[in-house]
T-cell receptor, first 112, second 117 residues
């Protein structure tokens, strides 16, 4: 399972776009990149997952360069409710059976 | 989407007693479930993999005799913290993988806050 590195914390203001970058230099060919969001005293919640290039859903976008050694989670127009910890995980969706190793995560603080 | 529940959501117990935490997949079956522990201001730490019909697989450094895991059915896994001590106070979270259109996704329970006094 590839190790990930993220900034420990980030600050933003309401309405801004937030980009959180994750480094995963040892990503394997079969690995996917998944981002989770966690609020205090709650279980993590799936945000987005991708393998290469760009993935977009209703809450975020995920940008993955060609070498896949990093990825960027983009949150458009954040609000106070986006204050949370964001985890970047890398792993094989299939063979690992869902085993996830969490890194330190990025604590995002959105201010009014 | 798939739902995973945990019971209880919080529990307080006295030092030396045992406490059981349940993890249920409500609308799907899970032959494998995972247990995590999270201390304040820290990340989730994988404790063990719960396997239906076989023994759990523990991560390095996790005492299997202290954290008993039983995967009783395809929708239920339990974690029993035996002879609990204050240092076992933590937030325990379970997860279960479920296949979907995007491949296998991990669904997390809401967590159980354990306080040992």
């Amino acid at each position: 399972l590839a190790k990930t590195t993220q900034p420990i914390s980030m600050d933003s203001y309401e309405g801004q776009e937030v980009n959180i970058t994750c480094s995963h230099n040892n990503i394997a060919t079969n690995d996917y990149i998944t981002w989770y969001q966690q609020f205090p005293s709650q279980g993590p919640r799936f945000i987005i997952q991708g393998y290469k290039t760009k993935v977009t859903n209703e809450v975020a976008s995920l940008f993955i360069p060609a070498d896949r050694k990093s990825s960027t989670l983009s949150l458009p127009r954040v609000s106070l409710s986006d204050t949370a910890v964001y985890y970047c995980l890398v792993g094989d969706r299939g063979n690992q059976g869902g085993k996830l190793i969490f890194g330190q995560g990025t604590e995002l603080s959105v201010k009014p | 989407g798939a739902v995973v529940s945990q019971h209880p959501s919080w529990v307080i117990c006295k030092s030396g007693t045992s406490v059981k935490i349940e993890c249920r997949s409500l609308d799907f079956q899970a032959t494998t479930m995972f247990w995590y522990r999270q201390f304040p201001k820290q990340s989730l730490m994988l404790m063990a993999t719960s396997n239906e019909g076989s023994k759990a697989t523990y991560e390095q450094g996790v005492e299997k005799d202290k954290f008993l895991i039983n995967h009783a059915s395809l929708t239920l896994s339990t974690l029993t913290v035996t002879s609990a001590h204050p240092e076992d106070s933590s937030f325990y979270i379970c997860s279960a993988p479920n296949g979907g259109t995007r491949g296998i996704e991990q669904y997390f329970g809401p967590g159980t806050r354990l306080t040992v006094t």
